[in-house]
């Protein structure tokens, strides 16, 4: 785990310590690690039963993932890598929005500590004035009888050193510490990863018994591909058309130049410059 006298490190007890005394019961286990090549990989060679309801952490990655399996940029010592693993008892036909609820959890978090203007492009990145901050990797391990398990993970630029960021990067990127104001800066990441735990826990919960209908308003306020001219690459095939929000089940809908709709359930989006 990280050293406990460092200043500014992940500490797991500090962690579990400062998530709401409401959820903390939820909570079974908060690790934190010096570097891993990912905390989703690393989380998953768990035995199953040590998966559900644990939090893991790294300080660093060297083999970080988005979706796609695109490389996620995880330098050390001030950001936040963090995997949730949990067990699901039954998941409705709307289960494959929960990057989604995931994406809301994480950005009321962020909310919390002082960010504004941030919103979500489907399915699942956080992006500040067309910076992204914050990717997420929902990863199912599995059915049995006992539920659906998966894997939450959470990568958020906090601090993030300038020097070689953008070409490790590959897109415009922002993190949190340059989008707040002063007075909210340094980020205490501890408490930062409290506060994700907090919700993500809660998110669990209420998605399992009242699906994406829970979450669904609340992903809309946050939209940034509503009403926006925009590509997705569906397989080989790129298709054009008017962001029409999302539907029941979190697919995007997209609004074709003939008038007709269609919806996506996945595909990589790229937005137009100009506003539809």
Not at 92 to 105: E, I, K, M, Q, T
Not at 124 to 144: C, H, M, P, T
Request: glycine letters at 12%.
């Amino acid at each position: 785990m990280a050293d406990r006298g460092v200043a500014g490190a992940l500490n797991a007890e500090r962690i579990a310590e400062g998530v709401l005394p409401a959820v903390r019961p939820q909570l079974r286990r908060v690790t934190v690690l010096e570097q891993v090549g990912s905390t989703n990989t690393e989380l998953a060679r768990l035995p199953s039963a040590e998966q559900h309801a644990h939090a893991l952490l790294a300080e660093a990655q060297s083999a970080g993932r988005g979706r796609g399996a695109r490389h996620w940029h995880s330098p050390p010592g001030g950001n936040i890598y963090l995997s949730l693993g949990w067990r699901f008892r039954a998941l409705g036909p709307d289960r494959a929005a929960l990057p989604l609820v995931v994406a809301v959890a994480v950005s009321e978090a962020l909310a919390a500590a002082g960010l504004q203007g941030a919103g979500i492009k489907w399915p699942n990145d956080i992006l500040v004035d067309a910076r992204k901050l914050a990717g997420i990797l929902v990863e199912s391990q599995g059915r049995g009888a006992a539920g659906v398990s998966i894997i939450a993970g959470v990568g958020i630029n906090v601090r993030m050193n300038r020097a070689g960021g953008d070409a490790a990067i590959g897109q415009p990127w922002t993190d949190l510490e340059s989008c707040l104001p002063a007075s909210r800066r340094p980020v205490d990441r501890n408490r930062l990863a409290a506060a994700l735990l907090d919700r993500l826990l809660v998110a669990f919960e209420r998605f399992e018994h009242a699906g994406f209908s829970g979450f669904r308003a609340r992903y809309e306020a946050l939209d940034l591909l509503a009403g926006r001219a925009l590509s997705l690459e569906d397989g080989e095939r790129e298709v054009c058309g008017v962001g029409g929000g999302i539907d029941e089940t979190g697919r995007l809908r997209l609004v074709l130049p003939d008038g007709g709709t269609r919806a996506f359930h996945a595909g990589e989006v790229r937005l137009h410059s100009v506003a539809a």
